[in-house]
Nanobody, 129 residues
Framework: EVQLVESGGGLVQTGGSLELSCEVS????????IGWFRQAPGKERERVSC????????YYADSVQGRFTLSSDNAKNTVYLRMTRLEHKDAAVYYC??????????????????????WGRGTQVAVST
């Protein structure tokens, strides 16, 4: 059974930083891509970032490029989303998700993730002035 457990959300001031974690189990970490999506109230879920469990290559949405960094610790089956220079627009519930890599790059793996509809429970990120 695939399990995704997010943690690390909270309240942070504009311009501040926060690190989210996603611990995964139930599948071979090295063969999967792990991704983050987010959903703000009244908006659709949007892709944020993705990392390859095979080679650590990454994908970032334009809205977070240069501010967010996604890394993984394969020994701990955990990925970390380091978020810096947070803005109000980053406030959302952040969800972790997975997909088998199937030989595609992370930028294409996020398409597969949306189709699989396999999500953790999410962790809330709030950004205040």
């Amino acid at each position: 059974e695939v399990q995704l457990v997010e943690s690390g959300g909270g309240l942070v001031q504009t311009g501040g930083s926060l690190e989210l974690s996603c611990e995964v189990s139930g599948f071979p970490f090295d063969d999967y891509a792990i991704g983050w999506f987010r959903q703000a109230p009244g908006k659709e879920r949007e892709r944020v970032s993705c990392i390859s469990g095979t080679d650590g290559s990454t994908y970032y949405a334009d809205s977070v490029q240069g501010r967010f960094t996604l890394s993984s610790d394969n020994a701990k089956n955990t990925v970390y989303l380091r978020m810096t220079r947070l803005e109000h627009k980053d406030a959302a519930v952040y969800y972790c998700t997975v997909a088998p890599e199937l030989g595609v790059a992370p930028a294409q793996a996020v398409d597969i993730m949306e189709g699989l509809n396999c999500w953790g429970r999410g962790t809330q990120v709030a950004v205040s002035t």
